[in-house]
T-cell receptor
Framework: EPEVTQTPSHQVTQMGQEVILRCVPI?????FYWYRQILGQKVEFLVS????????KSEIFDDQFSVERPDGSNFTLKIRSTKLEDSAMYFC?????????????FGPGTRLTVL | GESVGLHLPTLSVQEGDNSIINCAYS??????FIWYKQESGKGPQFIID?????DKRQGQRVTVLLNKTVKHLSLQIAATQPGDSAVYFC??????????FGKGTLLTVNP
């Protein structure tokens, strides 16, 4: 069964450093998302991506964040200058086109620890 | 503003019992709602969804009920098994299919 994959599973970085979190969505999906989950809290929407551009972003997704789909396969989230409060689980999700139902398929997540 | 929340943060049941997990939402304009299950260290896993023009939907051992009058959503799990132990989130489907998640309910199934 196809699944969303994410790398790395755990990333440790120093405050102020740049990180890139990588995702490979399910191959025929058209909608892509990043969510984050601070330990013990709910999952929060960051950004949605469709047709090679951001379709919506939350207040969390400020100028320090960016997303790319560089090669039609990978979907990346970059944080330019990490802060302590960026420590969280980051989940990538993808969804088929509009005829494919409402389910978003989530990856296993990347745990980001900012020291 | 939009919000999705849960009445009960924890629920403990005996194996074989039925479980009911509740959720309140505030955005009456949502198109659909989804229940996700999250096991420790894993990403959310889809359980079942329901469109806003429905009031009940059944899956395998699960039933979702939607009461739009009081903006309430519930997930019923029949014959709960130890493998059902997880955190359960309700989520609201909005623009661009983005999901707004509730806080989660921890379901513990005792053998």
């Amino acid at each position: 069964e196809p699944e969303v994959t994410q790398t790395p599973s755990h990333q440790v970085t120093q405050m102020g450093q740049e990180v890139i979190l990588r995702c490979v969505p399910i191959s025929n999906h058209l909608y892509f998302y990043w969510y984050r989950q601070i330990l013990g809290q709910k999952v929060e929407f960051l950004v949605s991506f469709y047709n090679n551009e951001i379709s919506e972003k939350s207040e969390i997704f400020d100028d320090q964040f960016s997303v790319e789909r560089p090669d039609g396969s990978n979907f990346t989230l970059k944080i330019r200058s990490t802060k302590l409060e960026d420590s969280a689980m980051y989940f990538c999700a993808s969804k088929p086109g509009t005829s494919g139902g409402n389910e978003q398929f989530f990856g296993p997540g990347t745990r980001l620890t900012v020291l | 503003g939009e919000s999705v929340g849960l009445h009960l943060p924890t629920l403990s049941v005996q194996e074989g019992d039925n479980s009911i997990i509740n959720c309140a939402y505030s955005n009456s304009a949502s198109d659909y709602f989804i229940w996700y299950k999250q096991e420790s260290g894993k990403g959310p896993q889809f359980i079942i969804d329901i469109r806003s023009n429905m009031d009940k939907r059944q899956g395998q051992r699960v039933t979702v009920l939607l009461n739009k009058t009081v903006k309430h959503l519930s997930l019923q799990i029949a014959a709960t098994q130890p493998g059902d132990s997880a955190v359960y989130f309700c989520a609201e489907g909005g623009s661009n299919y983005k999901l707004t998640f509730g806080k989660g309910t921890l379901l513990t199934v005792n053998p």
